[in-house]
């Protein structure tokens, strides 16, 4: 497990962190300048906070209030930073055993077979980094940060310089290799499709503070805050007012409808935001309307649409409705020509209210976890990033 409580100012802004992460993959998510780098840098000992305890497997590896702080190499911590750092005068068999001076030489080599393996980059231990691939770099410098078995993994933003066919593969590759090695790691992006396909659980950043942390459906479908939405982008975020509490049904008032959530304790007159996600509209055909009871059911008209690849992007407008649209809808392909919506403009939509989300209105509360802030480098005196 890894404790982690920090605190440092700098240039009047104030960094804060708390957070414990057991096991998995954990992703720091957020805008650049939000706090995740230099928390990668501070676990991996290369940053020193001003105040705060950084704990690992029971092991105090920093602890401002003893006035301890251990040097990065004896935190057995394997960080990967965002540009790989490789030496770029040795070769990968090199980069891979530079921290393995301490083993026999036959012992050094017979790791460096075994990562060049592990990483899936055998027949490359005789070239120079800038022989190789950015994918390539890439698995490199993982394989160096696993030659000393480490407790924990930290990676920034390791799919930024990468294209976006070559990211798929390593996330998929990371997936497979963090369940085969066991190791806690924590990787830092600004990705949203990293979120989707690594986050075990996941801890959203914003200006040095962290807005929420969990499992990845409660941060994506259940939100603490509008701010937090906007990040997920949760597309659909509706300013209701509360009606009325009742029967075990939240009654909420928007765009001159009445929709039906679940039951919160929440007085009428209450300003809310209503988020439901565009993959969760669900687009009914009015000859299947008693297939199963219905409710939030709304009518309105497809003013635009979006095509990404295999998916659409459609934007809905209600009846009686001045905006320009007034939901998002996401659907594949297939259902798009299945219903004929190359024609048929006008549609049915319900809001299931399993899928909707509601939120008081608030200023975002900083949940007991907050974040310290960003930087890409490491810097001789800490910069805001």
């Given at each position: 497990m890894l404790e982690v409580t920090l605190q440092k100012s700098f240039d009047g802004f104030r960094l804060e962190v708390a957070f414990a992460v057991n096991d998995g993959l954990v992703v720091l998510f957020g805008p650049s300048g939000s706090g995740k780098s230099l928390t990668l840098q501070a676990i991996a000992g290369t940053v020193q906070p001003d105040t705060g305890r950084i704990v690992l497997d029971g092991q105090p590896l920093y602890d401002s209030a003893h006035h301890l702080n251990l040097p990065p190499q004896q935190r057995h911590v394997g960080y990967v930073p965002q540009h790989y750092a490789l030496f770029p005068h040795l070769t990968v068999a090199k980069n891979i055993g530079f921290g393995l001076i301490r083993l026999s030489r036959r012992a050094r080599a017979q790791r460096v077979a075994e990562l060049l393996d592990l990483c899936g980059i055998q027949g490359l231990e005789h070239r120079l980094p800038r022989q190789l691939s950015g994918g390539q770099q890439q698995r490199v410098a993982l394989a160096r940060a696993l030659a000393w078995q480490p407790r924990l993994l930290l990676l920034d933003e390791p799919f930024a310089a990468l294209d976006v066919a070559l990211r798929d593969t390593l996330r998929e590759e990371l997936v497979q290799g963090q369940a085969r090695w066991g190791i806690p790691t924590l990787i830092v992006t600004h990705d949203l499709a990293d979120v989707f396909a690594l986050g075990q659980r996941v801890i959203v950043y914003d200006g040095g503070r962290v807005l929420q942390q969990g499992t990845q459906d409660e941060v994506f479908f259940r939100p603490v805050s509008r701010r937090v939405a906007e990040f997920v982008r949760t597309g659909n975020i509706l300013s209701?007012?509360?009606?009325?509490?009742?029967?075990?049904?939240?009654?909420?008032?928007?765009?001159?409808?009445?929709?039906?959530?679940?039951?919160?304790?929440?007085?009428?007159?209450?300003?809310?935001?209503?988020?439901?996600?565009?993959?969760?509209?669900?687009?009914?055909?009015?000859?299947?309307?008693?297939?199963?009871?219905?409710?939030?059911?709304?009518?309105?008209?497809?003013?635009?649409?979006?095509?990404?690849?295999?998916?659409?992007?459609?934007?809905?407008?209600?009846?009686?409705?001045?905006?320009?649209?007034?939901?998002?809808?996401?659907?594949?392909?297939?259902?798009?020509?299945?219903?004929?919506?190359?024609?048929?403009?006008?549609?049915?939509?319900?809001?299931?209210?399993?899928?909707?989300?509601?939120?008081?209105?608030?200023?975002?509360?900083?949940?007991?976890?907050?974040?310290i802030a960003d930087a890409s480098h490491i810097p001789a005196t800490p910069a805001r990033g």
């Open positions: 209701a007012v509360v009606e009325r509490v009742e029967a075990g049904t939240l009654w909420l008032r928007w765009q001159g409808y009445c929709l039906a959530t679940a039951p919160l304790p929440l007085a009428p007159g209450t300003s809310v935001d209503l988020c439901i996600r565009p993959t969760q509209v669900l687009i009914v055909r009015p000859d299947r309307m008693t297939a199963r009871p219905r409710e939030n059911l709304l009518w309105g008209n497809i003013v635009g649409e979006v095509r990404h690849a295999e998916m659409y992007t459609l934007h809905l407008r209600l009846d009686d409705s001045a905006a320009e649209y007034d939901l998002e809808v996401v659907l594949p392909g297939y259902v798009y020509h299945r219903l004929g919506l190359e024609t048929t403009r006008r549609i049915l939509v319900e809001l299931r209210r399993q899928a909707l989300h509601v939120m008081p209105h608030r200023a975002d509360a900083v949940q007991p976890t907050s974040a």
